[in-house]
């Protein structure tokens, strides 16, 4: 059986409504990670300080047949489409232990 790993970066604060989009049975688990953006029109300076935007990483575990759907529900419920909303990409995974 074939897995794919989902993984959705967006801006603090908008993940919430993303992992409830995602959230469906054919979704083994979701993980939210905290994180930094680093791209390079995201960083601005306030007083000569850098502001690094904070971001949160969504991290699905799918069997690849259901992979394009949660995707579909992820993309629109972020608006991952439009530039500047966040990024969205599968990897495929090879072996997954712990899970049934």
Do not use: W
Not at 54 to 79: C, D, P, R, T, Y
Request: glycine share 10%; net charge negative; with cysteine.
């Amino acid at each position: 059986m074939n897995h794919q790993l989902i993984v959705t970066v967006v801006d603090k604060g908008l993940i919430d409504r993303v992992f409830e989009n995602a959230r469906c049975e054919e979704a083994y688990c979701g993980t939210i990670v905290a994180g930094r953006g680093s791209g390079m029109h995201e960083n601005k300076k306030l007083f000569n300080l850098a502001l690094e935007p904070e971001k949160e990483i969504l991290l699905v575990l799918a069997q690849e047949q259901h992979s394009k759907k949660i995707i579909n529900q992820i993309e629109e419920a972020g608006n991952i489409t439009a530039p500047g909303n966040g990024i969205l990409f599968g990897l495929n995974i090879k072996r997954v232990h712990g899970i049934q």
